[in-house]
């Protein structure tokens, strides 16, 4: 059993910054392929970013160039590193064990002025 859990969202006006972490439990985390998505009311979760084993990222269109996604496999902690961020990046984002059955609880980002 793997526990993720989020933290780091909060209100952040347009163009500004914001830092999620998932910290992971169990000692298989250099082995897992992390992704973040996001969900808003009505929707389907989208992938937003994705982080190999070997540390190679992925990113959806709409946030390349803004977002960074990094691995610590010593603290066994995912984060998504947010910048200039936009009204439509508002929304609840969750970490997941690429793969598995594994969520975090969701931490709520709200981008608004």
């Known amino acids: 059993q793997v526990q993720l859990v989020e933290s780091g969202g909060g209100l952040v006006q347009p163009g500004g910054s914001l830092r999620l972490s998932c910290v992971a439990s169990g000692s298989m985390f250099s082995s897992y392929y992390m992704d973040w998505y996001r969900q808003t009311p009505g929707e389907q979760r989208e992938l937003v970013a994705s982080i190999s084993t070997l540390g190679s990222p992925t990113y959806v269109d709409s946030v390349k160039g803004r977002f960074t996604i990094s691995k610590d496999n010593a603290k066994k902690t995912v984060y998504l590193q947010m910048n200039s961020m936009k009204p439509e990046d508002t929304a609840v984002y969750y970490c997941?064990?690429?793969?598995?059955?594994?969520w975090g609880q969701g931490t709520q980002v709200t981008v608004s002025s």
């Open positions: 997941h064990v690429r793969g598995s059955k594994y």
